[in-house]
């Protein structure tokens, strides 16, 4: 690609939140970005404002002529495209170069001192916090975020800074193609096992990706992980956690929705510092995203400023509503762990209050990998109403419902299953005290409507 004269870029899958940080990426570059994706969305309508011709039928007459040319278009594709994708078909036999996503943030890493937040969860909180605590400081940061942060309304920054944040994704094992200055690893509780098949495939995958960050740069690690890292020399190692390690916290407050607690760091212990989004999990995250910020170089009056004006993510215990009725919010989590953490952040804000889950199961593998888990997970709370599970991109699997999840929660939980269309009419007719739209799939889609309806009470 450095030797190409590129003028045009296609994306197969232009819709996915990563994917359209980086057809941005190339629209403020000046060039001709256009691309597939398989249903309209808020977001696709977003970047077809921002100049990208985008259509929604695989259809080879509908690429533009500047992306038939293949010794000027790059063509960028995400994993979940089938490989028998008509147009991915057409560029493959037409000798495009052609790159998976991740491999472009890789080019991008080698460009930029890549800043690299990895994990299984609360990479996106993490990368994003950073990004925010680095833009708003004298460093500056481009930053390719999995999630549209609050405080720009965006999944993307570009500036002309040295740096770049980047959300280090283990999918298909996508980090291999990065080359960090620095990473976070927040966490490596096994997922994608349909991909990785074991624990021991998934722990391997990581150990991997810290051989890749350069000589002069730093992992910056969660104490209590069970992999083990293979730096290369020149490489500095710190370790952080809620109470101990290189960075932690100290004299943590949590009152009243407010929570503040003091820095203390190898570098420079950084005191009174208020959460900006003050959830519980936020307070590690946030030490993660210091810890990284500090090291490449942010004073300590930027990272207090960048923390306490930190607005989150959307979809990230997103709150929706918050009155003395009724507290509404939706969060992405998808994992058991990610489950347990946001249910353990509620609890620990609503203590005295009934709280409710409503959950989207995410992939039929991962309810049968790991439907135990979850059931556990949720049983920290007072109700849980379950839905059909999300396929994404699998088949069913014979046996795997949403019942054993359903099955396996503890005894006193009250509990229901609803189809996800009934959704609606269950809101209307139900009166809750916390309420939590929990999932990766489009169960998020009716978050809205429900916003509207628990708003009309």
């Given at each position: 690609?450095?030797?190409?004269?590129?003028?045009?870029?296609?994306?197969?899958?232009?819709?996915?939140?990563?994917?359209?940080?980086?057809?941005?990426?190339?629209?403020?570059?000046?060039?001709?970005?256009?691309?597939?994706?398989?249903?309209?969305?808020?977001?696709?309508?977003?970047?077809?404002?921002?100049?990208?011709?985008?259509?929604?039928?695989?259809?080879?007459?509908a690429i533009p002529a500047a992306c038939k040319k293949p010794d000027s278009c790059l063509i960028i594709y995400t994993p979940a495209i089938p490989a028998e994708h008509q147009e991915l078909q057409y560029f493959r036999q037409n000798g495009f170069e052609i790159q998976k996503r991740a491999q472009v943030l890789g080019m991008l890493t080698q460009r930029h001192k890549g800043l690299c937040v990895a994990g299984t969860h609360g990479k996106t909180t993490t990368s994003t916090m950073c990004a925010h605590i680095m833009h708003q400081s004298h460093l500056d940061c481009n930053a390719f975020l999995g999630g549209i942060s609050k405080n720009y309304g965006t999944n993307y920054i570009l500036s002309d800074s040295d740096y770049v944040v980047i959300e280090a994704d283990e999918f298909?094992?996508?980090?291999?193609?990065?080359?960090?200055?620095?990473?976070?690893?927040?966490?490596?509780?096994?997922?994608?096992?349909?991909?990785?098949?074991?624990?021991?495939?998934?722990?391997?995958?990581?150990?991997?990706?810290?051989?890749?960050?350069?000589?002069?740069?730093?992992?910056?690690?969660?104490?209590?992980?069970?992999?083990?890292?293979?730096?290369?020399?020149?490489?500095?190692?710190?370790?952080?956690?809620?109470?101990?390690?290189?960075?932690?916290?100290?004299?943590?407050?949590?009152?009243?929705?407010?929570?503040?607690?003091?820095?203390?760091?190898?570098?420079?212990?950084?005191?009174?510092?208020?959460?900006?989004?003050?959830?519980?999990?936020?307070?590690?995250?946030?030490?993660?995203?210091?810890?990284?910020?500090?090291?490449?170089?942010?004073?300590?009056?930027?990272?207090?400023?960048?923390?306490?004006?930190?607005?989150?993510?959307?979809?990230?215990?997103?709150?929706?509503?918050?009155?003395?009725?009724?507290?509404?919010?939706?969060?992405?989590?998808?994992?058991?762990?990610?489950?347990?953490?946001?249910?353990?952040?509620?609890?620990?804000?609503?203590?005295?209050?009934?709280?409710?889950?409503?959950?989207?199961?995410?992939?039929?593998?991962?309810?049968?990998?790991?439907?135990?888990?979850?059931?556990?997970?949720?049983?920290?709370?007072?109700?849980?109403?379950?839905?059909?599970?999300?396929?994404?991109?699998?088949?069913?699997?014979?046996?795997?419902?949403?019942?054993?999840?359903?099955?396996?929660?503890?005894?006193?939980?009250?509990?229901?299953?609803?189809?996800?269309?009934?959704?609606?009419?269950?809101?209307?007719?139900?009166?809750?005290?916390?309420?939590?739209?929990?999932?990766?799939?489009?169960?998020?889609?009716?978050?809205?409507?429900?916003?509207?309806?628990?708003?009309?009470?």
């Open positions: 690609m450095e030797n190409k004269d590129i003028k045009a870029v296609y994306f197969i899958g232009a819709g996915g939140i990563g994917m359209s940080a980086i057809a941005r990426y190339f629209l403020c570059q000046g060039l001709v970005v256009a691309g597939y994706d398989k249903t309209p969305s808020d977001l696709t309508r977003q970047l077809e404002k921002e100049g990208m011709l985008i259509h929604y039928e695989e259809n080879i007459d298909d094992r996508s980090f291999h193609w990065l080359r960090p200055w620095m990473s976070v690893i927040t966490s490596t509780d096994p997922d994608h096992l349909d991909i990785y098949g074991t624990k021991e495939a998934y722990l391997e995958s990581f150990r991997h990706y810290t051989e890749l960050i350069q000589p002069g740069g730093a992992l910056i690690i969660h104490r209590d992980l069970e992999m083990k890292e293979q730096l290369q020399k020149g490489v500095a190692r710190y370790d952080y956690a809620l109470n101990e390690g290189d960075f932690h916290a100290e004299n943590i407050v949590i009152d009243n929705g407010e929570i503040t607690f003091d820095l203390i760091s190898p570098i420079e212990n950084i005191p009174h510092v208020a959460l900006g989004q003050p959830i519980p999990i936020n307070i590690e995250n946030g030490v993660a995203a210091m810890a990284m910020a500090q090291l490449a170089g942010c004073t300590a009056e930027e990272i207090r400023r960048g923390m306490e004006t930190f607005k989150g993510v959307d979809r990230r215990f997103d709150f929706k509503l918050k009155n003395d009725k009724i507290v509404f919010l939706s969060d992405y989590a998808h994992h058991p762990k990610e489950i347990y953490q946001s249910a353990k952040s509620i609890r620990e804000l609503y203590r005295n209050r009934k709280i409710t889950a409503i959950f989207q199961p995410h992939l039929y593998t991962r309810t049968r990998d790991f439907y135990k888990d979850f059931a556990d997970a949720l049983s920290q709370l007072d109700e849980v109403i379950l839905t059909e599970i999300y396929p994404a991109r699998e088949q069913p699997i014979e046996g795997v419902t949403s019942e054993l999840i359903y099955n396996n929660l503890r005894p006193g939980v009250e509990k229901q299953i609803v189809r996800k269309d009934d959704v609606l009419d269950l809101v209307k007719h139900r009166d809750f005290d916390v309420l939590i739209v929990l999932g990766a799939g489009d169960l998020d889609n009716q978050v809205p409507q429900i916003t509207e309806i628990l708003q009309k009470r």
